[in-house]
Each structure stands twice: as C-alpha cells, then as structure tokens.
C-alpha cells in the first residue's frame, strides 16, 4: 500500500515538473508570450526618445548661435550685431578702433536686437558721439528682404526716440554689398554714394567719400523713408 502511494506521488511531481519544462519551452518559443518584444521596443523607443531629444537640443544650440542677419550701426565707433533667428543678438563686433574700444562696455549679448539698439544709443560710452549731431546709419543686412525691413523698422523707431530724425540714416542691404562696404572701411551709406560717384567719376577715393560733410552725403544717397516706423 506504502509503495502504490509513493509511486502515485512520484508520477505527480514528475507531471509537475513536465508542466514546467513545458511552460518554460513555450515561453521561449514564444518569447514569454510576447513581453520580451514589448520590454524590448519599448527600451528602443526610449532610446530612441533620448537620441531625438539629444538632436533638438543640439539644433536649438545651433540655431541660437548662427547669426541669420545682422545690424550695423555706423556714427564714427562702427559696430555690428549679429542677430539670430530668435531676434537674439548673438554677438557685438567693432568694425574699427573706436568700435573695438566701446564692445565691452555693451553688454548686449542674448537681448532683442531692437533693445540692444537703444542700450547702445542710450549708453554712456556713446554720448560724446551723438553731442554734436552726428549722423547715425543703421544698416540690415539680410537674405530675407521681409524680416530686414521689419527689423529696420523695429531699430529705426528706437533710434528716433533719442535722435534727431534728420540725422539718422538707415537701409537694408544683402550681405555681399554691406562686405564690400567694410573691405574699404566705409559704412553702406557712404558706399553706395562712392559706388554713384565713381560712375561720373572714376578718379573719386574711398578717402574723400569718408570726409565728406553728412549733409552731402544724404543729399546724394538714395534715401527712402519709412512710412510710419514705429506704427503711428
């Protein structure tokens, strides 16, 4: 009788564990019914989730920093924001000596471009500058004709507020014209006034040009006011 019972037993842990080999088998055929191919796309997804999210950052970084247009602001310190496509000013250049001598003193770094020209005008650094009427040339220098006109807009209006209107000067220009302009150390404005110039007379330098009285210079530039910068 002892022995009827232990082999009964015996044949039930030996059906046991058949059901395990068995479940175990078709968890591996199966790959656990399909979870280890969810834990897995799901691991992937998140992986993929980082790399994605790693991308975008590096990009936003990029488009911060890359300069999409500029503004050059010309009195006799020559200066130049470079602005991105946020409307940040990435970075403030002198373009000559008393330029280089005042970007320290300006820290306009990572501010709208139409602010960072009114803390430039307003700055104590620029007032002796401005004391006696200088002309001011506010030149946008861009691919995208739409953005630089609303740009020299935007800059424009903020310059009125704090100088005389007649002596500001300004335009928007492609980037080629606006290198060919500092090649020779002149600013846009006094440029394309040469550039007519030498059309009557060939003999005209860049030296004369730089000299020649502001009132001249408007008279012979081809000037175009905006119509209701600030949106009057």
């Not at 300069?67 to 602001?73: E, F, N, R």
């Not at 846009?188 to 730089?210: F, G, H, N």
């Amino acid at each position: 009788m002892k022995n009827d019972l232990q082999k009964a037993f015996d044949a039930v842990q030996a059906d046991e564990r058949l059901k395990r080999r068995t479940k175990a088998y078709l968890r591996r055929a199966t790959l656990d019914y399909g979870r280890d191919t969810q834990r897995r796309r799901q691991r992937q997804t998140r992986m993929v989730s980082c790399a994605a999210a790693v991308m975008l950052m590096v990009m936003g970084a990029g488009m911060w920093l890359l300069p999409v247009t500029s503004i050059d602001l010309d009195i006799n310190p020559s200066l130049e924001l470079r602005v991105n496509t946020f409307g940040r000013v990435t970075e403030l250049k002198g373009m000559n000596a008393d330029g280089l001598a005042l970007v320290d003193s300006l820290n306009v770094k990572g501010m709208r471009y139409d602010d960072a020209m009114q803390r430039i005008l307003i700055s104590e650094p620029l007032e002796p500058y401005l004391e006696d009427g200088s002309l001011i040339s506010i030149t946008v220098v861009g691919k995208d004709e739409s953005l630089a006109e609303q740009m020299l807009s935007n800059v424009v209006c903020r310059a009125y507020a704090i100088a005389e209107e007649d002596n500001i000067f300004y335009c928007q220009t492609d980037p080629e014209t606006a290198r060919a302009a500092r090649r020779v150390g002149l600013c846009v404005l006094r440029y394309q006034v040469w550039q007519q110039l030498k059309e009557k007379d060939p003999s005209i330098t860049v030296e004369a040009v730089a000299l020649m009285p502001k009132a001249e210079v408007m008279a012979l530039a081809k000037f175009e006011k905006l119509e209701n910068p600030c949106g009057e």
